[in-house]
């Protein structure tokens, strides 16, 4: 979070997934896809709970500029005046696929 730029970047993993149709440089291996969104101009921001683990389903309502994160360890709402994806880029997770 910045709050001078009333910025709230997130990052985030997609659970077991790598895109549809990756350049052939991603078959090498990797195994985790990451992406992220940076929402600035932020007016409203709630956070309950936090978790370093959180499984959690991510809604972007273009209507209203409106951000929520929903999952057990998580509740993540925000509005803001631009939304902008992030990535996705790829890496190779050493953390077993069980855990996961």
């Not at 370093?52 to 991510?58: E, G, H, P, S």
Request: net charge negative; hydrophobic share 40%; aromatic share 4%.
């Amino acid at each position: 979070m910045d709050r001078e730029a009333a910025t709230v970047i997130i990052s985030f993993d997609l659970v077991n997934e790598l895109p549809d149709n990756p350049p052939p440089k991603w078959v090498k291996g990797y195994n985790r896809c990451r992406c992220g969104i940076n929402c600035s101009g932020v007016n409203y921001l709630k956070i309950d709970g936090m978790s370093t683990d959180m499984l959690a389903k991510i809604e972007i309502h273009t209507d209203n500029n409106e951000v929520i994160i929903k999952g057990t360890a998580i509740l993540l709402n925000l509005k803001c005046s631009h939304i902008q994806l992030m990535g996705p880029s790829v890496y190779i997770s050493c953390i077993s696929s069980d855990l996961i």
